[in-house]
T-cell receptor, first 118, second 114 residues
Framework: AQKITQTQPGMFVQEKEAVTLDCTYD???????LFWYKQPSSGEMIFLIY??????QNATEGRYSLNFQKARKSANLVISASQLGDSAMYFC???????????????FGKGTMLLVSP | DGGITQSPKYLFRKEGQNVTLSCEQN?????MYWYRQDPGQGLRLIYY???????QKGDIAEGYSVSREKKESFPLTVTSAQKNPTAFYLCASSWTSMNTGELFFGEGSRLTVL
């Protein structure tokens, strides 16, 4: 079973509007971290926002906010006031500790391509 | 500037040849990672290393090898045993392996096997 599911292969939004990119996750570990990354066409991965499983409040970073619904195991990214430069691939990722291990790795979803139109 | 440097950016090789991708970081990070990305796919973990002289297999380690002789360096060798090596390879590092640490990525190496 996939650990991170992004059900929207592509999304369109008009400039200055808000958009929500969906992400659901699957884990039995009570301690985990959720991340969103942006990948422009150049290929580099840009960290956007982080949410810890024990965090009480939703994370926010500028125009980015994470709608964290723990019971539903969802961690949707909300981008407010979209800009043309927001056009990119967006990846949701989860960090959890493997069984019997003292360290963790990041597992990525398949991504959502966002296109912002003028 | 601090960061992660991957080289080469583009690489072409003939089938059956081994190729080594370089990854160097000057962020003083302990943990380093290699991911593979195929078109329309997310990133898949190949190998990771928490400390010098120690590394673990990720989800798709077959046909790859790594070394971690120095904290700053984590080269990846794509061997002839890798059945479908053409892909975009991303190296990353982080302060710790704990759940709160985000990964910092290099700009990637695009390998094409002819």
């Amino acid at each position: 079973a996939q650990k991170i599911t992004q059900t929207q292969p592509g999304m369109f939004v008009q400039e200055k509007e808000a958009v929500t990119l969906d992400c659901t996750y699957d884990t039995s570990d009570p301690s985990y971290g959720l991340f969103w990354y942006k990948q422009p066409s150049s290929g580099e991965m840009i960290f956007l926002i982080y949410q810890g499983s024990y965090d009480q409040q939703n994370a926010t970073e500028g125009r980015y906010s994470l709608n964290f619904q723990k019971a539903r195991k969802s961690a949707n990214l909300v981008i407010s006031a979209s800009q043309l430069g927001d056009s990119a691939m967006y990846f949701c990722a989860m960090r959890e500790a493997p069984l019997n291990s003292g360290y963790s790795t990041l597992t990525f979803g398949k991504g959502t391509m966002l296109l912002v139109s003028p | 500037d601090g960061g992660i440097t991957q080289s080469p950016k583009y690489l072409f090789r003939k089938e059956g040849q081994n190729v080594t991708l370089s990854c160097e970081q000057n962020l003083n990070h302990d943990a380093m990672y290699w991911y593979r990305q195929d078109p329309g796919q997310g990133l898949r973990l190949i190998y990771y290393s928490q400390i010098v002289n120690d590394f673990q297999k990720g989800d798709i380690a077959e046909g790859y090898s790594v070394s971690r002789e120095k904290k700053e360096s984590f080269p990846l060798t794509v061997t002839s045993a890798q059945k479908n090596p053409t892909a975009f390879y991303l190296c990353a590092s982080s302060w710790t392996s704990m759940n709160t640490g985000e990964l910092f990525f290099g700009e990637g190496s695009r390998l094409t096997v002819l």
